[in-house]
């Protein structure tokens, strides 16, 4: 791989990671071609990209970029790395890695480092946190269900109040005769 190839391929990271909030890397290292081409599959069908890139290249382009990913040096961005970019969930990687490793029965790929919303993630450790995190919508569908519970309430209690005072108005109505 020449100059202008390494480059282009740190300016198509560097675009990347400013124009997608949610990236994982894992290390896929020990997987078969038909494994990792499974991998690929299912990340597709769940609407993510992963790519496989040398961490010379991710680190440049990190370098780059306004967040400080230092952290990622010691141990992310060691060995075989791969980095899934998910443009519209932050946990849908960290699933998408349980379900596959479920449905494989293997432990591969590894989940070694995140970043969701510029918050570093780092370690194996990490990954059932990741995996249960709200996304945004989910989060907006929380707010907008405990901001109609209390009116949700008053709308009941009015309701089933109409029925009880029109039962307490005929029995009232009934004694005096």
């Known amino acids: 791989m020449n100059r202008e ?20 890397i894992t290390d896929a290292s020990g ?44 141990s992310v961005l060691k060995g075989f790395s791969g980095i899934i970019f998910s443009p519209e969930a932050g946990n849908a990687p960290a699933k998408l890695l349980k379900e596959y490793r479920k449905n494989t029965g293997g432990e591969k790929p590894l989940f070694k480092g995140a970043s969701i919303d510029t918050d570093l993630f780092i370690g194996e450790n990490q990954l059932n946190a990741l995996s249960e995190l709200k996304s945004k919508n989910e989060l907006i569908a929380d707010i907008i269900f405990l901001l109609q519970s209390p009116a949700n309430n008053v709308v009941s209690a009015l309701t089933s109040g109409k029925s009880k005072l029109a039962g307490i108005v005929k ?7």
């Open 5 to 24: 190839e390494k480059s282009a391929i740190i300016d198509e990271l560097i675009e990347k990671f400013k124009s997608i909030d949610y990236f994982y």
């Open 31 to 74: 997987m078969s071609v038909a494994q990792v081409n499974k991998f690929r599959e299912l990340c597709f069908k769940k609407g993510v990209e992963y790519k496989v890139v040398k961490n010379t290249l991710i680190k440049k382009a990190l370098d780059k970029l306004d967040t400080d990913y230092t952290p990622f040096d010691e």
């Open 171 to 177: 029995t009232l109505s009934e004694r005096e005769q």
